[in-house]
């Protein structure tokens, strides 16, 4: 069975810095991209970075300058630099791949990492 592990959350002051890191495990055939999402208290979860295959990469406009992701087969982290207090949610790591050769690629996600970021 696929499992995202999460781990690197926690409370840090504004200004600060933090690395999530998400390892995948189980049967993997090929990975397409991974992830992090996020999702603040009454709002709905937002796309924060992701990383081809390729190596391409993709940034909410919040973040953008401020966190890095970067990839190592089935292991994805995202840098967080100078954070502000508005960062603060439950960061989500998701990825989309295919177990096995004879299965469609699928969207897995992780159970999430509490990032909160005091003013």
């Known amino acids: 069975q696929l499992q995202l592990m999460e781990s690197g959350g926690g409370l840090v002051q504004s200004g600060g810095s933090l690395t999530l890191s998400c390892q995948a495990s189980g049967p993997i055939f090929s990975i397409t991209s991974m992830g992090w999402y996020r999702q603040a208290p009454e709002k709905e979860r937002e796309l924060v970075a992701t990383?081809?295959?390729?190596?391409d990469t993709h940034y909410a406009e919040a973040v953008k300058g401020r966190f890095t992701i970067s990839r190592d087969y089935a292991k994805v982290s995202l840098q967080m630099n100078s954070l502000k207090p508005e960062d603060t949610a439950r960061y989500y790591c998701t990825t989309n791949l295919k177990t096995y050769a004879w299965v469609k690629a699928d969207d897995f996600w992780g159970q999430g990492t509490q990032v909160t970021v005091s003013s």
């Open positions: 990383i081809a295959k390729n190596g």
